[in-house]
């Protein structure tokens, strides 16, 4: 098999179904506008590290940009493969976002990773300053299922190529 043919295949990958891609929209939505909100919420409420807010916010916005954006039509390369500046302006600007994203997705981890297990008590009179439980263990664990998630797909992915590349041998051996 050529890679041409490869490409060809990628290119023309089919699509899910509308509700599963609505619903997964929706779901891309849902957790940045509840970072959003609790980082809005709570801008003030995590002295011990108070970019932890501020993260939440902008991992927030740019979690829906990202989401929003990629509805748009013109965000598509064209089906007859012609150049479309639009589009490809859609393009530059989606790789600049997500580099950011992934920036501040790293930045992120070391503000909220780094005062794992803060004092939630905004009440003691300790010297270690406090951190809202809710913001914390939100920002926690939202961070933390992005690495679930990657996990995730890297085992199916490889479950997905093992099972290509034995159904692809059987396949072989059947045209001999």
């Known amino acids: 098999m050529s890679n041409i043919g490869l490409i060809r ?14 619903l997964s929209k929706l779901i891309a939505c849902v957790i940045p506008a509840a970072q959003i909100a609790l980082g809005t919420i709570h801008l003030n409420d995590c002295p011990r590290q108070h970019y932890i807010p501020i993260y939440l916010i902008v991992a927030g916005v740019f979690g829906l940009l990202l989401a929003l954006l990629s509805c ?13 500046p639009l589009s490809r302006i859609c393009t ?40 809202d439980k809710t913001l914390y263990l939100f920002a926690f664990w939202t961070t933390t299922l992005v690495y679930i998630l990657m996990a995730l797909s890297m085992v199916c992915g490889c479950c997905v190529l093992v099972c290509k590349l034995l159904c692809g041998q059987a396949d072989r051996d059947d045209d001999v």
């Open 72 to 84: 748009l039509p013109w965000a598509r390369t064209p089906e007859d493969g012609t150049p479309n």
């Open 9 to 22: 295949r990628i290119r023309n990958r089919p699509q899910p179904p509308l509700p599963i891609l609505a």
């Open 92 to 131: 530059a600007w989606n790789s600049l976002s997500s580099l950011f994203f992934f920036c501040w997705f790293i930045a992120g981890n070391v503000w909220i990773y780094s005062i794992y297990k803060p004092n939630y008590d905004r009440n003691t009179t300790n010297v270690d300053p406090y951190c």
